[in-house]
């Protein structure tokens, strides 16, 4: 409780002056984590044309992501133990530091190794956010701000790809690595100017074994979910392999972090109901998120004939409703302190979402669909902040970075297990259909299941045609299962407990009953 005492009074002594500062920084680091992807994604045609290495092009994306998955829950303990304005500001370091070196990168490997070193800050730049966000703003406050970080999202989902396409038309492929320093280094002055939180002293040593066994099974998930039907078959020994050490992996960390007396994932604040759930909900979004942004492009270029260039305004209709959504939430939480109604609503609106994208066709609108997924949209705004404002106020002061980090690694897995299965359910019925509209060897002949739109108009007619039907099946099937897995995060929605949130309440002013709910660590933290 010392703990809780002393964070609250940096809040409030850092609020009045410069909170809103300390946010704008904040926001460009959270942008610089979530850009990158988007901005390289475009680039990369012409980065493997020049740097060669077509075969292990999807290793440039995958280190990244490795290495943030990896390296999220290390990042939250280092800041619960020594401080959360070192770590984040080091983590920022180093990710301009793999962004500096990546565009300077002569081959593809090294390109591989230097996204690996921008990927491990890219996992303490989003945990930092939260945390520091947990420390300065009570969970009563921080609905304001919700739009703010869905605002940021939706920027990055819609610039990224027409801010990498546009430097590397007019800049070279460089500088869509390069661009990160600029911005970079406004954060990184604008928090150590203005970022003031208690120095903290460590209790006990890092739990190095822990933290490796979680980074090993961490690791395997990321791989099977990566690797599974596309380099490999799900039967084969490379994959099974793969989940055998993982499920081993987890097992021997769950046993490490009995012991450890300053585990990297403490299990107790699993005993909170309401962390537990956001945390499944959380992974849920993820699963649902992540297909919906990768599928809904492919849809919409192939079937609908849209430009590819222009592929993040195609989601403008849900990114726009989930920040709307989102704001909302954010300032009725803010008013009322209460917050149960929106992951049910938001659950709801999800599964309703994505069932709609599912019973899409070759004869679908564009206006259409934009309904569809700006329901969608709405789902998530509902979901996206209020899973990690309750997964926060569900736990100690104390536990924020690692509350924080956890919820963020169950959403990355989330997206992992999303596009993974989903993609494997698409491109499964894209392979059945063309062959049943064109047969076996024709079918083989007219390429990949997911084919860019130059590629699409020079196929004869017929096969473009069987191509559309296969696309809109494969979306159908990818959407079906979205929406059945969307249906137990609506399920578990309903299973939590209003905890008053910790923060400005008159309530909690007065001394009432919620003020001992909030102040109890039994009530308020564990619940």
């Known amino acids: ?60 994306v995958t280190a990244y992501t490795l290495a943030t998955a990896a390296s999220t829950p290390i990042w939250g303990k280092v800041g619960d133990m020594y401080g959360r304005k070192g770590s984040f500001l080091t983590s920022i370091v180093i990710f301009l530091i793999g962004s500096a070196l990546s565009g300077m990168a002569q081959d593809m490997g090294q390109l591989i190794g230097f996204r690996a070193v921008q990927g491990l800050g890219a996992g303490g730049l989003m945990v930092g956010v939260m945390a520091i966000i947990g420390d300065l703003i009570p969970p009563r406050e921080r609905g304001k701000y919700q739009g703010m970080m869905a605002g940021v999202m939706a920027l990055a989902m819609i610039g990224g790809p027409l801010v990498g396409g546009t430097i590397t038309d007019h800049m070279g492929w460089r500088w869509s690595f390069y661009i990160n320093l600029p911005l970079g280094a406004v954060a990184l002055a604008m928090v150590s100017a203005v970022l003031h939180l208690p120095k903290k002293k460590a209790q006990g040593k890092i739990d190095y074994l822990g933290a490796a066994l979680l980074t090993v099974a961490i690791t395997s998930t990321v ?69 919906g942004v990768l599928y ?94 309750v997964a926060q106020n569900s736990v100690e002061m104390k536990d924020m970075g690692v509350a924080s980090s956890s919820a963020t690694l169950f959403r ?45 108009a020079k ?37 939590v407990k209003e905890v008053p949130l910790r923060g400005a309440g008159p309530a909690q002013a007065g001394g009432g009953p919620e003020a001992k709910a909030a102040s109890s660590p039994a009530d308020s933290f564990a619940h």
């Open 459 to 495: 196929l004869p007619e017929a096969v473009r045609d069987a191509y559309q039907h296969a696309v809109a099946a494969g979306t159908h099937s990818a959407f079906l299962l979205g929406a059945a897995i969307a249906v137990l995060g609506f399920a578990l929605a309903w299973f």
């Open 296 to 389: 809904l492009p492919l849809f919409q270029q192939a079937v609908q004939g849209a430009s590819a260039t222009n592929s993040g305004l195609l989601l403008l209709p849900m990114l726009l409703s989930m920040m709307v959504v989102s704001l909302i939430a954010g300032r009725i939480t803010t008013s009322t302190g209460k917050y149960k109604v929106f992951p049910i609503a938001g659950g709801a609106l999800m599964v309703v979402g994505l069932f709609l994208l599912a019973t899409m066709d070759t004869g679908t609108t564009r206006l259409v669909s934009g309904l569809y997924m700006a329901v969608l949209g709405a789902g998530l705004g509902f979901l996206m902040q209020i899973t990690m404002l």
């Open 1 to 60: 409780m010392g703990d809780a005492v002393k964070q609250a009074g940096a809040a409030e002594e850092v609020k009045p002056r410069s909170v809103r500062v300390v946010l704008m920084a904040l926001m460009i680091a959270m942008l610089l984590a979530m850009l990158d992807n988007m901005i390289i994604g475009t680039a990369m045609p012409t980065i493997v044309g020049e740097l060669g290495g077509l075969e292990h092009l999807s290793w440039v």
């Open 223 to 291: 791989l099977v979910t990566t690797w599974g039907g596309t380099e490999y078959a799900w039967g084969s020994g490379q994959i099974i392999g793969l989940i055998v050490v993982g499920v081993l992996a987890i097992a021997a960390f769950l046993w490490a972090e009995t012991r450890a007396a300053e585990p990297v994932m403490p299990l107790h604040i699993f005993r909170s109901r309401n962390f537990t759930l956001m945390s499944v909900i959380g992974f849920l979004v993820g699963f649902a998120m992540f297909g």
């Open 412 to 456: 990355t897995l989330g997206g992992s297990f999303g596009v993974a299965l989903m993609g494997s359910l698409f491109t499964s019925r894209v392979t059945d259909t063309m062959s049943e509209r064109l047969g076996p060897q024709a079918a083989k002949a007219s390429g990949s299941a997911q084919l860019d739109a130059a590629s699409l």
